[in-house]
C-alpha cells in the first residue's frame, strides 16, 4: 500500500506530504501519519522548518466522511484530532501549511493548527460541515474566531461557505498567497520563519475580544430563515459564540458536546446519505466508465420559451455557443428578452460581472430557421408538449442534423420511444428534462429510450457535469421519476382540501415539515394549465370508478392558472404574495358535497403522511418497475428538483428513517379507507418492510451485486 504520508527533506526544510486520493481526507492513517512525520521531523537538527501539503489535486477536503456512519454504527470509536492539533501547534520549529484545491473541515482545523498558512491562489478554505448536518469537530469553532475573527467565523461555520485565498488572506486565515510553485514558495516561507517566535492560534485572544453580542442575534435568525428546520446551523453559532466566553480548551469541550449531538442525529445521517447520493448518481451499471464520449461543441435548442431559454442559458453558461430557434419574431425576442432580464438580475446581485454576461450572451445566436443546425453535436428540443408536435419537430431535426448528433427532448411526460420513432437515428435520442427555472434548478432527468446508445448516456452524464446540473438516469415511463411520483403527491394535496382541510393549511403543513412550499402553493408556481394539459393527453388512461380530484381542472376552467393570472388555489397580488381565496374556499366546498364527501377536521400529520407517503410508495413502485437504478437516485430527484428537505435525505431515506414496517402500516391505514386503487403499497415496499430490509440495504445489495 502507498504511504498515506510521507517525509523528506528540501533544503533544510521537512516537507510532509499527504497522498490519500482523491481528496486527501482525513481517513484512518492520515492522522497516525501527520503525527509521526512531525515528531520525526521535530527530533531531526538538520530540519528548520516543517511544510505540510497535499499530494494531488488538493490540501486535506476533511475529515474522511464514510467514517461517520461508523463511528455512529459503533463500529469504530469516535477519535478526536485535538491531541494531533495539539502536537502541531506545540512544535518547536514552525509548521506551514501549504494549501492548494479546498482546505475543508478538518483540513481548515489542521491547517489552523500549523503556525502559517500559505495558499495558492485558485484554492478555498471553509467549514463547509453544516452541509453534512454537522459542526467543525476539531477545534474549528474554536481557532477561526481567533484567526478570522467572529463575524467571519460565524458565517463560516454556521453556513458552510467555502472562501477564495484572497478573502482568506483578507481576514487572516492565511498569510501568504504564493504564485507560482506553491511547495517552492512554502518552503521558501518557511526558511525565512525559521528561527523567528511563531505564533500558536490557541494563544491569540485578540480578536475575541469586545465581541458584539448582535452577530450570532443575527445569524441565529439568518438560520431560521436561510437554514429553516436544522439543527447544525445553530449548534455552529452556539460553538463560535462559546469560544467569545470560554477559555480555549473549555470551548473545544463544547464545541465537542454539540458536534456529537449532531453527528448522532437522523439531520446529520439524512445529509450524508445526500452527499454520497449525488455523487453516485452518475454511475451506470452497464455502462463502462471508460465509455468513449462525443464532443459536445455547439449546440442548439428550438424553443425559446420558459424551459428553452433556460436550456439555451445553460449552454452558454458553460461555454459552449448555442443556437435558439424560434418560430415566430414576437416568441423569439420575448425570449431572448427574459435571458437578458435573468442575466442581468444576477449582475445586479453581484453574482455575475457585466463581462461574464455580454461573453455569455455573445455565445447565443437567436434565429427563426435551422441554419447551422447541421454544425450542432447536440440539438435539444423545448416546444410544447403533445406528442404530435414533438414528432414533427424530430423528423423534421433528424433530417438537417450531421450524423453523430444526439437530438435531446425536454418532455415531462411523453414516451422517448414514440418521438425517437420519427427519426432515423433513435440511437442518438434521449430525453434530457429540466426543471423550471431550467437556468437555476440543478436536476436533469437523462432519460433513456430502448435504443439509446451507452455512448449518448455517458456523453448526457458528462454533460450534465459541465452544465452545472446533476444528472440522473430515468427509465421511459409516464413523468419519469420526479413528476411520476409527484401525481399522487398533488393528488393527496387535492384530496385533502376536498375532505376538510384548507389550501392553507395543506401549504402550510408541508412546509413546516421542510419542502420549500406547499404543493398547491407549487401548482400555482409552476401553472396549474401544466398539469391540466397533461390530463387532457392521458385522459382516455384513466380508470373508470377512480376517484379523481376535482377541483384543479374547474380552476383552469374559470382561467385561474395560478400565479401567472393573479388567482389559482390562492389569490396574488402584484407582488405574487399570496392570501386565502374564498372563492377557492366555496368552489372546494361545493365539489366535495356534489361528490358526497363528508367534510372533517384533517391533522397536521395525516397531511404530511398522505401526502408524502404517496411520494415513498409511488417511489417503491419506480424503483421496483426500474425505472430508477436506485432509492438513492430518487432522492437526488428529489432533492435538487422539487426542494425536498435534504435534511430529511429524500422521500427513499425518510422512509428509511421513519421505519418501513411503520410506512407500511400507514399506507395500509390509507388503503382500507381510500381504496385498493389508490394506496396499494408496492410489493418491493411490502418485501422489504417484511424482511427488515430498507431502501438503502437494498442500494448497497445492488452495488455489491453489480461489482462495486
Ligand atoms: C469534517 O471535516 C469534520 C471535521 O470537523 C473533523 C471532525 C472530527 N470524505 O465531490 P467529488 C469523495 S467533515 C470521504 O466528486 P469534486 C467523494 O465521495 C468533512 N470522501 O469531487 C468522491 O468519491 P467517488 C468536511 C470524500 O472535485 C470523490 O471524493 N469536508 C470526501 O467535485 C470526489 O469527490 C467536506 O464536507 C470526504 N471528506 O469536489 C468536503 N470528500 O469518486 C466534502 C470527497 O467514489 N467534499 N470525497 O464518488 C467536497 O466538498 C468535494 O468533494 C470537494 C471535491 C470540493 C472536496
Known amino acids: ?194 528561527g523567528r517566535p511563531h505564533p500558536k492560534t490557541r494563544d491569540r485572544d485578540e480578536k475575541l475580544s469586545n465581541t458584539d453580542p448582535a452577530i450570532f442575534d443575527r445569524a441565529r435568525q439568518q438560520a431560521a430563515k436561510t437554514r429553516r428546520g436544522q439543527m447544525a446551523p445553530l449548534a455552529a453559532i452556539d460553538a463560535v459564540e462559546s469560544a467569545t466566553r470560554l477559555p480555549f480548551d473549555e470551548g473545544c469541550a463544547r464545541e465537542a458536546e454539540l458536534f456529537d449531538r449532531c453527528l448522532y442525529s437522523t439531520q446529520s445521517k439524512s445529509l450524508i446519505h445526500a452527499f454520497f447520493a449525488e455523487r ?45 430557434k424560434e418560430t415566430t419574431q414576437e416568441a423569439l425576442d420575448r425570449g431572448m428578452a427574459t435571458i437578458r432580464k435573468n442575466y442581468a438580475s444576477t449582475v445586479k446581485k453581484g453574482k455575475l460581472s457585466q463581462a461574464a454576461m455580454d461573453q455569455r450572451l455573445s455565445l447565443i445566436t437567436p434565429q427563426l430557421t435551422y441554419d447551422g443546425f447541421d454544425q450542432a453535436d447536440i440539438i435539444a428540443e423545448a416546444v410544447f408538449e403533445g406528442m404530435a408536435l414533438k414528432k414533427q419537430v424530430f423528423g423534421e431535426i433528424d433530417a438537417i442534423a450531421k450524423p453523430g448528433c444526439i437530438l435531446a427532448s425536454n418532455t415531462s411526460y411523453l414516451d422517448i420511444d414514440e418521438i425517437a420513432s420519427a427519426t432515423h437515428r433513435s440511437e442518438l435520442v434521449l430525453g434530457h428534462h429540466y426543471f423550471s427555472p431550467a437556468n437555476v434548478m440543478r436536476l436533469l432527468e437523462i432519460v433513456r429510450g ?87 393527453e392521458f385522459k382516455h388512461l384513466e380508470k373508470p370508478g377512480v376517484r379523481v380530484p376535482l377541483v384543479s381542472d374547474r380552476l383552469c376552467e374559470m382561467g ?19 392570501s386565502p381565496d374564498p372563492e377557492t374556499a366555496a368552489l372546494i366546498e361545493q365539489a366535495a358535497r356534489e361528490a358526497g364527501i363528508e367534510r372533517r377536521n384533517i391533522t397536521r400529520e395525516e397531511i404530511v403522511d398522505r401526502c408524502i407517503l404517496a411520494l415513498v410508495n409511488e417511489g417503491a413502485y419506480v424503483l421496483g418497475e426500474g425505472i430508477a437504478l436506485r432509492a438513492a437516485d430518487i432522492d437526488v430527484v428529489y432533492l435538487n428538483g422539487y426542494a425536498f428537505p435534504a435534511w430529511r435525505g429524500g422521500p427513499m431515506f425518510y422512509a428509511d428513517t421513519v421505519g418501513l414496517p411503520a410506512v407500511l402500516a400507514r399506507i395500509e391505514e390509507f388503503r382500507q379507507r381510500h381504496g385498493d386503487d389508490l394506496w396499494s403499497p408496492a410489493a418491493l415496499l411490502r418485501r422489504l418492510a417484511e424482511t427488515g430490509g430498507t431502501f438503502g440495504s437494498l442500494d448497497r445489495q445492488r452495488e455489491t451485486s453489480a461489482g462495486g
Open 1 to 194: 500500500m502507498p504511504e498515506l504520508v510521507s517525509l523528506r527533506l528540501e533544503d533544510r526544510v521537512a516537507v510532509v506530504t499527504i497522498s490519500n486520493p482523491p481528496v486527501n481526507a482525513l481517513s484512518p492513517g492520515v492522522p497516525e501519519g501527520l503525527r509521526s512525520s512531525i515528531a520525526a521531523a521535530a527530533a531531526d537538527p538538520a530540519v528548520l522548518a516543517i511544510v505540510i501539503i497535499g499530494d494531488g489535486r488538493t490540501f486535506i477536503a476533511g475529515a474522511d466522511i464514510r467514517e461517520f456512519g461508523k463511528v455512529v454504527s459503533g463500529e469504530r470509536p469516535r477519535g478526536s484530532l485535538l491531541p494531533l492539533l495539539r502536537e502541531i501547534e506545540d512544535c518547536s520549529k514552525p509548521v506551514i501549511m501549504a494549501i492548494h484545491g479546498t482546505a475543508f473541515g478538518g483540513g481548515l482545523e489542521v491547517a489552523m493548527a500549523g503556525h502559517y498558512r500559505v495558499i495558492a491562489p485558485s484554492a478555498q478554505v471553509g467549514q463547509p460541515e453544516v452541509k453534512l448536518g454537522i459542526i467543525p469537530g476539531a477545534a474549528g469553532t474554536q481557532r477561526l474566531p481567533r484567526l478570522a475573527g467572529v463575524a467571519k467565523a460565524v458565517e463560516m461555520c454556521a453556513f458552510g461557505d467555502p472562501v477564495g485565498a484572497r478573502d482568506a488572506q483578507a481576514c487572516g486565515v492565511v498569510d501568504a498567497i504564493i504564485e507560482g510553485d506553491l511547495l517552492a514558495g512554502a518552503v521558501s516561507f518557511a526558511r525565512e520563519a525559521a
Open 280 to 324: 453516485g448518481v452518475s454511475k451506470i451499471p452497464d455502462v463502462p466508465k471508460n465509455t468513449p464520449l462525443f464532443e459536445i461543441r455547439r449546440a442548439a435548442v428550438i424553443g425559446a420559451g420558459t424551459m428553452g431559454g433556460g436550456i439555451t442559458m445553460n449552454y452558454a453558461n458553460a461555454g459552449i455557443p448555442v443556437i435558439v
Open 450 to 536: 430502448k435504443a439509446t446508445g451507452k455512448a449518448v448516456l455517458a456523453t448526457s452524464m458528462a454533460l450534465a457535469k459541465r452544465l452545472n446540473k446533476v444528472g440522473v438516469l430515468a427509465g421511459n415511463a409516464r413523468g419519469f421519476i420526479g413528476n411520476r411520483m409527484l401525481t399522487p403527491y398533488l393528488r393527496e394535496a387535492q384530496f385533502l382540501v376536498e375532505e376538510g382541510a384548507s389550501v392553507e393549511e395543506v401549504n402550510q403543513a408541508l412546509y413546516d415539515f421542510g419542502m420549500a412550499m406547499g404543493p398547491l402553493a407549487m401548482g400555482d408556481l409552476a401553472g396549474l394549465d401544466v398539469g391540466w394539459r397533461v390530463r387532457k
Open 560 to 578: 385561474r392558472f395560478g400565479q401567472k393570472t393573479g388567482r389559482g388555489w390562492s389569490r396574488y397580488d402584484e407582488n405574487r404574495q399570496a
